[in-house]
């Protein structure tokens, strides 16, 4: 009876901490690690943070400058398409909210 229960408890706790897992992978501050970890990995080797916010000055509106992100970098060392998203959104956001 006894480990019976001990038993159902661990898999409620399991339970929950795969549910919170998963809540935390949503939440933006995920998302931002993982943009920026694509950018590092694919362009961070030749451009930093001065080029992003010199892009920005370059594009001022946001989406002219996704549109032209998107063509730009199906071309210039083209990450994949889910990184190319990824990386899109990182360059956005480090130029509306500099660091
Ligand atoms: C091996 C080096 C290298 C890598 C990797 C690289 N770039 Fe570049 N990038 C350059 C150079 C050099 C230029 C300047 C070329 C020029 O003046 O047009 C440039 C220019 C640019 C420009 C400006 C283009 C323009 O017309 O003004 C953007 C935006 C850009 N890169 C984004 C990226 C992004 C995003 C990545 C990652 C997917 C990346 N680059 C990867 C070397 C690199």
Known sequence: MRTKRRHRFTVSMV????FLTG??????GGHAK???AAFKARCAECHGPKDILYWGRQRADAAARATWLDQFLRKHYPPSEAERALIIAYIQATIAAPK
């Open 15 to 18: 339970a929950a901490i795969a």
């Open 34 to 36: 993982e943009n920026e």
């Open 23 to 28: 809540v935390f992978a949503l939440t933006p």
